[in-house]
């Protein structure tokens, strides 16, 4: 069947379309992506505002054109940390569905992680062993360890690129104090995770983390999704000693950096490193598939 996976996320809107079959992995059949910044939408009262709403009600609309007129026979749609926390969500999502007759679920951070990982394990395989898994959204910052489909501890914690950068780093604070935040929140959580010992492979995903990866010396996406991508710690310092002095056109003419996404690498980086740091990880390996690819993957399960 042809489906289509619409991810609310807290920077973008990305609708993905897939042709799926039993026994073999879905096949991305066309993209449609726009920049929402949700995340930056959220009013002094926590509340996503009038525009944000719009816009995002503008999105869906559009990418259910899209993906009626390319054949899909379902979508499903989720939104994640943006509208999980503004206090006007429900509102958000009532509007949402007038608008659209779209349902948007909203995935609970743990939810998250977990589907995440679920992607991550079908795509290295059993012989991955014990996964590590690291993911920097916009808003939040998802681990997730096991040795199974399911892992066996899954967390999610406010450390998002885009909510640090607006909340840190725009707010005049310095990417040191920054450090020591994150250093501070991801140790509350690192217990449980490390608790059955280290990984047998430590993994990475999504567009901060892959961006990071081609700024220290990744291949491009041109290359294909096989080519196998790490990011390394003793890569990422001295790109934070870098980047903390460029401003943000400079960032967005670095390799892999997007100009939409280029102001929250200062923080992406910062978050990536303390992880990194805190997990005594040296090396993360880079996967293609995510969340999109997670919730596609449990649906296709319940089928």
């Excluded at 009038?50 to 503008?58: I, Q, T, Y």
């Excluded at 010992?197 to 990744?218: N, P, Q």
């Excluded at 910062?270 to 992880?275: F, I, S, W």
Aim: contains cysteine.
């Amino acid at each position: 069947m042809r489906m289509g996976v619409l991810d609310i996320g807290s920077n973008t809107g990305h609708l993905l379309i897939v042709d799926a079959y039993r026994g073999g992995p879905p096949l991305p059949a066309y993209s449609f992506k726009e920049p929402l910044r949700l995340a930056e939408q959220l009013g002094d009262d926590n509340c996503v505002t009038d525009d944000g709403v719009a816009r995002l009600v503008k999105y869906v609309g559009e990418a259910k054109a899209e993906a009626l007129e390319r054949g899909c026979s379902s979508i499903v749609a989720f939104a994640t940390s943006a509208v999980r926390d503004a206090d006007n969500a429900d509102a958000v999502l009532a509007a949402v569905h007038t608008a659209t007759g779209v349902d948007l679920r909203v995935l609970p951070g743990e939810d998250e992680a977990r589907l995440t990982f679920l992607a991550v394990r079908r795509w290295f395989g059993w012989s991955a062993g014990r996964l590590g898994v690291f993911d920097i959204g916009g808003g939040s910052l998802e681990l997730a360890v096991g040795a199974d489909e399911e892992p066996t501890v899954a967390r999610s914690v406010p450390l998002g690129a885009g909510r640090l950068t607006r909340e840190w780093l725009a707010e005049g604070r310095g990417h040191d104090e920054l450090r020591l935040h994150a250093r501070s929140v991801i140790a509350d959580v690192a217990g449980p995770l490390l608790r059955g010992g280290h990984f047998d492979r430590a993994v990475a995903t999504s567009k901060t983390f892959r961006s990071l990866a081609r700024m220290c010396g990744a291949a491009p996406s041109s290359e294909g999704q096989y080519v196998r991508r790490v990011l390394r710690r003793a890569d990422l310092r001295p790109l934070i000693s870098e980047i903390v002095h460029l401003d943000v056109e400079e960032i967005a003419q670095l390799p892999g950096v997007s100009h939409d996404r280029a102001h929250q690498m200062v923080a992406g980086a910062v978050v990536a490193e303390a992880a990194m740091d805190l997990f005594g990880v040296d090396e993360l390996e880079i996967c293609p598939w995510a969340l999109r690819e997670g919730v596609l993957l449990e649906h296709l399960a319940h089928l």
